[in-house]
T-cell receptor, first 114, second 114 residues
Framework: GAVVSQHPSRVICKSGTSVKIECRSL??????MFWYRQFPKQSLMLMAT?????????EQGVEKDKFLINHASLTLSTLTVTSAHPEDSSFYIC??????????FGNGTRLTVT | DQQVKQNSPSLSVQEGRISILNCDYT??????FLWYKKYPAEGPTFLIS???IKDKNEDGRFTVFLNKSAKHLSLHIVPSQPGDSAVYFC?????????????WGLGTSLAVNP
């Protein structure tokens, strides 16, 4: 089946630094990838939709200058959390589509900002 | 406005019995529904889906029922196993020019007791 690899699985960084999270579709080409965030005991919150070769579409309330998304190829999208603060600590998950639904998800990245 | 609702935050069943997870939706444009299973600190895993042209889809121990008139779907797991203990998310999507973005419920935490 379709596999989505997300890296790193866990990262701890200091406040003010930037962190890059990679999302790769391993055995299919993903023209569209989605980035989600999950707070404890809450549902997945869609942050942005990433389309290969074009600018990402951000959901309302998500700062595009803080959460930089690059989808440079059909198999790779990156999310960079710039100037991270403790309130950015969360679980970030990417997903990709191999044609129509369902979405295939990476295993997530646990970001802790100290 | 929660378009996809999972009104039971948690459910506990005995091993071997049936687990029934419910999901309601408000948007009549939704034409495809999905169930995902999620373990802590992992990405969601696709479980089963159903198109709006059907009222039932079965895959092994998992069956999804769709009642369009009631805007209600349910996931049945039988027999339930301890390994089924996880959070189950209901999601819906429509083909309304939005990249088939998934709209998620808040999840139901299922505990299957040995």
């Amino acid at each position: 089946g379709a596999v989505v690899s997300q890296h790193p699985s866990r990262v701890i960084c200091k406040s003010g630094t930037s962190v890059k999270i990679e999302c790769r579709s391993l055995d299919f080409q993903a023209t569209t990838m989605f980035w989600y965030r999950q707070f404890p005991k809450q549902s997945l919150m869609l942050m942005a939709t990433s389309n290969e070769g074009s600018k990402a579409t951000y959901e309302q309330g998500v700062e595009k200058d803080k959460f930089l998304i690059n989808h440079a190829s059909l198999t790779l999208s990156t999310l960079t959390v710039t100037s991270a603060h403790p309130e950015d600590s969360s679980f970030y998950i990417c997903s990709a589509r191999d044609g129509g639904p369902p979405l295939h998800f990476g295993n997530g990245t646990r970001l802790t900002v100290t | 406005d929660q378009q996809v609702k999972q009104n039971s935050p948690s459910l506990s069943v005995q091993e071997g019995r049936i687990s029934i997870l419910n999901c309601d939706y408000t948007n009549s444009m939704f034409d495809y529904f999905l169930w995902y299973k999620k373990y802590p600190a992992e990405g969601p895993t696709f479980l089963i889906s159903i198109s709006s042209i059907k009222d039932k889809n079965e895959d092994g121990r998992f069956t999804v029922f769709l009642n369009k008139s009631a805007k209600h779907l349910s996931l049945h797991i039988v027999p339930s196993q301890p390994g089924d203990s996880a959070v189950y998310f209901c999601a819906a999507t429509s083909n309304a020019g939005n990249n088939r973005k998934l709209i998620w419920g808040l999840g139901t935490s299922l505990a299957v007791n040995p």
